[in-house]
Structure formats: structure tokens, C-alpha cells
């Protein structure tokens, strides 16, 4: 409870400083990639396209917090752009593979260094174990709250 007795402290919530610590992050991130041409969606798919190649649509909307709809434009200004391919016709299904080009992983390399720049800066103020205890504490957070919704 707040000072006055209605909702939610948020000097104690810690649902609204995991919101303001995402911002905090989020901006930052927007920062350094503006520079490259770049922005965080951008930045997750083509992570995202590396890490996993051949992902679809609805696949990278998932990993990126988007809907299909924004990833699709995407995809689309990004294959456009010669950072990714995805063919003509779906292989299997209505699933279109996308692919990183040699282009969008120059891209990406680029965009990395700067993104784990302000990781290292976010994490700067904390010991190796608080680093790890951290990582540790939000992982058992998510699997908490995802194995509570399973029911749903």
C-alpha cells in the first residue's frame, strides 16, 4: 500500500522498478543504436535470426515483443534493405524461413558490441555473485510466473 493507503507503494513495488529498470534499458540500447542505423526491434530479430536462422514470422514477433503484424513490415523494410532473405514460396506450410545476409550479420556484429556495452554498463555497479544471484533471481521469476499461467 502507499503512504495514503490506496494501491500500490511503487517505491516498494517490485513489479514498476522491473518496468523502470526495462526503460532505463531500453533507451539506453536505443541510444547507442541510433547511431548505426538501428533500432532494439531491429536489433532483437536480427539477434534473434542468429542465433536461430530460419525463424518464422510469428516466431520472431514472440522473440522480438512485437505483434506479427510490426515484425512482418519489418521483415519486410529488412529484406528490402538486403539484411535478410526469406524465399518465395513457403517450403512447408505457410512458414517463410528468414535468413541473416552477410550484410545484416556486418550489421549485427555492429550492434552488438554496442548493445553489450550498456549491459556491461547496467551490470557495472554489482559484484560477479550479485551478477550471477541477479540472472539467477529473474530466471526463477519467469519460470514462476509462466508456470502460474499454464493453468489459464
Not at 5 to 33: F, H, I, P
Not at 125 to 151: P, Y
Request: aromatic share 4%; glycine share 8%; net charge positive.
Amino acid at each position: 500500500m502507499s503512504q495514503d493507503g490506496a494501491g500500490v507503494d511503487l517505491d516498494k513495488s517490485l513489479g514498476y522498478l522491473l518496468k523502470e529498470v526495462s526503460s532505463a534499458l531500453r533507451t539506453a540500447m536505443e541510444e547507442v543504436l541510433r547511431p548505426l542505423g538501428m533500432n532494439v526491434t531491429r536489433y532483437s530479430c536480427l539477434e534473434l535470426l542468429a542465433q536461430r536462422p530460419g525463424l518464422s514470422n510469428s516466431e520472431l514477433a514472440r522473440g522480438a515483443f512485437v505483434t506479427r503484424q510490426s515484425m512482418n513490415v519489418l521483415l519486410q523494410a529488412l529484406e528490402r534493405e538486403g539484411y535478410v532473405t526469406r524465399p518465395a514460396e513457403a517450403p512447408v506450410g505457410k512458414v517463410l524461413p528468414t535468413r541473416l545476409t552477410p550484410l545484416g550479420r556486418q550489421s549485427l556484429e555492429k550492434a552488438t558490441v554496442a548493445v553489450r556495452s550498456v549491459e556491461v554498463r547496467m551490470l557495472s555497479g554489482l559484484t560477479e555473485t550479485e551478477q550471477a544471484g541477479t540472472f539467477r533471481n529473474l530466471r526463477r521469476m519467469i519460470d514462476s510466473l509462466r508456470e502460474g499461467s499454464e493453468g489459464s
